[in-house]
């Protein structure tokens, strides 16, 4: 009787050992991460030490109706510091960069960042400033430098006096075109960097300039911006 049990024993261990095993369930697949596309490497002194630094600029893909561009800044020391910035993807923007400017008159360049559209132009500026790479507020603490939308034209205009760095943001109500015959009203309001930022120091005298005159204008003036 014992042998006939161990006998039924080694049998049944021996067929759980030939048994095929289960079919083990996959856990399931997350979303697949987008693409990072490195669009555009450009250079330029950030950090103001003197040399030049390494700007990338990143397409990481849509997140709803925006477009995540990544903007990284890797210094000849090796300090690395990025921002992202949204982009709506209706604009169809293929390239960011528009060139680097002493804006505020901060030590180191400041990133000026185009995005594409045929309804308007605005500006995106970086800057540099506590060993990291931030988006500097236009004059009014907008977050976008607006230069132009449907009949609004817009402007700035930057100079230093008595050691202090200016901007002049000008906004100018036109008739439709620019070829239409006509005066702009122009609405100006100095402000002055101070303290890592841009305040409001003066409201000037609403002026008449020819329609033609101020579509000549450059939005940023006589600003030397390096492609």
Same mark, same amino acid.
């Given at each position: 009787?014992?042998?006939?049990?161990?006998?039924?024993?080694?049998?049944?261990?021996?067929?759980?050992?030939?048994?095929?095993?289960?079919?083990?369930?996959?856990?399931?697949?997350?979303?697949?991460?987008?693409?990072? %596309?490195?669009? +555009?490497?450009?250079?330029?002194?950030?950090?103001?030490?003197?040399?030049?630094?390494?700007?990338?600029?990143?397409?990481?893909?849509?997140?709803?109706?925006?477009?995540?561009?990544?903007?990284?800044?890797?210094?000849?020391?090796?300090?690395?510091?990025?921002?992202?910035?949204?982009?709506?993807?209706?604009?169809?923007?293929?390239?960011?960069?528009?060139?680097?400017? +002493?804006?505020?008159?901060?030590?180191?360049? &400041?990133?000026?960042?185009?995005?594409?559209?045929?309804?308007?132009?605005?500006?995106?500026?970086?800057?540099? +400033?506590?060993?990291?790479?931030?988006? &500097?507020?236009?004059?009014?603490?907008?977050?976008?430098?607006?230069?132009?939308?449907?009949?609004?034209? #817009?402007?700035? %205009?930057?100079?230093?006096?008595?050691?202090?760095?200016?901007? #002049?943001?000008?906004?100018?109500?036109?008739?439709? +075109? &620019?070829?239409?015959?006509?005066?702009?009203?122009?609405?100006?309001?100095?402000?002055?960097? %101070? #303290?890592?930022?841009?305040?409001?120091?003066?409201?000037?005298?609403?002026?008449?300039?020819?329609?033609?005159?101020?579509?000549?204008?450059?939005?940023?003036?006589?600003?030397?911006?390096?492609?």
């Amino acid at each position: 009787m014992k042998i006939v049990r161990t006998l039924a024993l080694t049998s049944a261990l021996v067929a759980a050992a030939v048994a095929p095993a289960a079919p083990a369930h996959a856990a399931p697949a997350g979303p697949v991460p987008a693409k990072v %596309r490195l669009t +555009q490497t450009r250079h330029a002194d950030v950090d103001g030490d003197g040399r030049l630094d390494t700007v990338r600029i990143y397409d990481t893909g849509k997140k709803g109706d925006k477009t995540l561009w990544k903007v990284k800044v890797t210094t000849a020391k090796g300090r690395s510091s990025s921002v992202t910035v949204p982009i709506p993807s209706y604009q169809g923007t293929k390239h960011l960069w528009h060139g680097w400017a +002493q804006l505020d008159g901060h030590r180191g360049a &400041e990133l000026i960042l185009e995005p594409e559209t045929d309804d308007f132009i605005t500006y995106i500026v970086l800057t540099w +400033q506590g060993n990291a790479l931030h988006r &500097e507020l236009a004059p009014g603490a907008d977050k976008q430098w607006v230069a132009a939308t449907g009949t609004d034209r #817009n402007g700035f %205009r930057f100079y230093t006096a008595s050691g202090k760095r200016y901007v #002049n943001a000008w906004s100018a109500t036109c008739p439709d +075109q &620019e070829s239409r015959p006509g005066t702009c009203t122009v609405k100006t309001v100095r402000y002055v960097w %101070r #303290n890592g930022a841009w305040h409001k120091a003066a409201t000037l005298p609403t002026t008449k300039v020819s329609n033609q005159a101020i579509y000549a204008r450059h939005p940023l003036g006589a600003l030397n911006v390096h492609a």
